[in-house]
């Protein structure tokens, strides 16, 4: 595979399932203690990758579940905020800025406070009730993340008694990311084609439903258009056919990310209409995917996680084609703002 | 104004305000039989136009509050819904067949529906619990909705006794319509030129942030994009800041409706940003609006009902230069998907 370290990958993604058994002791604890609300923040792209397990828990739990921007967050006089609420805090860096001032809102109102950092020794590291900890680098976080927030979803849901995620996700927990590098190596000749069909294009709508709308949303904005300053519109699959089809016709690149779950039929529907109307459809179909030892009920959950893994390699070949280093920024890092 | 009725205008905004006493009797009466969720559904533009109410509500009341895309709520089994539920859906049409969809999905599971319609003779009008009827056309219903928005979420928070939003709301009511009028009248001149700049620019990304985002999310996707099949790039001004600013460049337009909510200071950072690096940055502020009768404690709610005013008098410029009626479709009402 180009530009991709395997055992690295391995590493990281054991790291992140390799915590399964302190979130889930950590669930306890914060399910005895009564906790009633569950607030994902995180900014950015962090925050993103959390919207599967939030999306999980809304819909299978009776706890309260936001998912605030955490530079909203902080503006707000917010009821459900309080001593009852767990916060969840992804940062790879454990240095955003927007995140270290929602931890400390937080903090103000009496949250237990839980981040998921690359390294311990950090603001955010440092400053939470729990940090579970798992470095990882730019290219491997997303699936990381997605990871965790999984965990944190089945834990929590568990401890609850609302639902029995956990029994689909831990027996097969320790194949996943053998699983996922089975994916990648397997998605690599396709994503070469990809990248090819790409390198010009100056623009993609993206789209996708249920746990794929997250990575759509993601790709889009935090590696098309922040690592290769490409345009998208990244549009749920839904709200697709409420304003975004009118800009289909021949020419127009239509990225439709499928998922495994539920939520599959929306995404279906937008691949029976742009079939019709656009030459330039890719589809991306985690069932597509060899994930050996994976059985469907969890294959459903990871949806996510699998786009993260597949979609991974476009970009390496992207960035290459394109001559573009996914490190390259106009203004992060660059510019004060 | 071009192509405009203030007549008509007036006649149905003042039909959402005089919806104020039936709302608050019905909100009383649910808060009354102890409702613990309320779920802001519809499809598209119309599920949009909810988002400030549901917004206010998560902030300020106990309530669980949701904004599920019906599409995607049919294919839940969410938790959460049942005979406690409040569900609102919004739909001038009355027919949207998602929403529809919707409706008997959540009246199955024993949830109280209450519609916002345009006629009562409709599947939406005629299949509620409580169906709120105010005739508007597609130019002057996002204020209708928007309004009426509002009066629900005061009127449950005050009966819930959870903020005294309808205390800011109720005295200064009445002279909305007239105010509104005011703005869009004061606005005209500035439309008529920003039209001109904008008829053949072929992409804006357009941001905002608190209530303001809802109607940038809005005025990109069903209006820029479906109306005019311009691209558009939607994207809250938080999450500007991590990806979407890598963009920004001379030459590319940046649209920023601002609110007078406490969010303001987000959009003030896309503002700083954007003027150093793009010639092309257009901020549309109600602040600037002469709202006559309308105190700031109000106005500070009321930034997308000021927004959708003004915006929709850049509509009537822009599809008049560009000789692109906004009626106009490729597919919607023209092939079936």
Redesign the interface.
């Known amino acids: 595979m180009l530009n991709f370290d395997a055992e690295r990958f391995l590493k990281i993604e054991k790291g992140a399932v390799a915590l399964a058994a302190e979130i889930d002791a950590a669930a306890q604890r914060y399910v005895a203690e009564g906790i009633d609300s569950v607030f994902f923040l995180g900014?950015?792209?962090a925050a993103i990758l959390m919207y599967p397990a939030a999306a999980l828990l809304?819909?299978?739990?009776?706890l309260?579940i936001?998912t605030e921007?955490?530079?909203?967050l902080v503006?707000?006089?917010?009821?459900?905020l309080g001593p009852r609420s767990l916060v969840v805090i992804p940062s790879l860096s454990g240095t955003t800025k927007?995140s270290i001032a929602a931890l400390d809102f937080c903090r103000a109102r009496g949250a237990r406070i839980v981040t998921l950092v690359g390294h311990a020794d950090t603001p955010l590291g440092r400053s939470a009730d729990r940090a579970f900890v798992n470095f990882a680098e730019d290219d491997t976080s997303s699936e990381s993340f997605y990871i965790q927030g999984l965990l944190i979803a089945a834990a929590l849901l568990k401890h609850r008694g609302?639902a029995n995620l956990h029994e689909i996700v831990t027996p097969h927990l320790a194949q996943l990311p053998q699983a996922l590098l089975a994916a990648k190596a397997s998605f690599e000749p396709r994503a070469a084609r990809l990248a090819e069909t790409f390198r010009n294009e100056p623009?993609h709508i993206i789209t996708g439903?249920?746990s794929a709308w997250p990575q759509a949303f993601y790709y889009g904005?935090?590696i098309l258009?922040?690592?290769q300053?490409i345009?998208?519109?990244p549009?749920?699959a839904?709200?697709f056919?409420?304003?975004?089809?009118?800009?289909?016709?021949k020419g127009v690149s239509v990225i439709l990310l499928k998922s495994e779950d539920?939520?599959r039929?929306?995404a279906d529907?937008v691949e029976?209409?742009a079939r019709q109307?656009t030459d330039k459809l890719t589809v991306i179909d985690p069932a597509e995917a060899d994930l050996p030892g994976i059985p469907q009920a969890f294959r459903a959950l990871i949806s996510p996680v699998v786009l993260a893994a597949e979609l991974e390699r476009l970009s390496a070949h992207i960035e290459h084609l394109r001559n573009h280093p996914l490190t390259t920024?106009?203004?992060?890092k660059r510019v004060a703002?």
């Open positions: 900014t950015g792209g809304a819909e299978r739990s009776r309260k936001f921007r955490s530079a909203e503006l707000m006089d917010h009821r459900s927007e609302e623009y439903a249920g904005m935090c258009e922040e690592m300053w345009r998208t519109r549009v749920h839904s709200d056919f409420h304003g975004t089809l009118e800009l289909v016709e539920e939520f039929p929306l529907r029976q209409f109307y920024r106009r203004y992060y703002y």
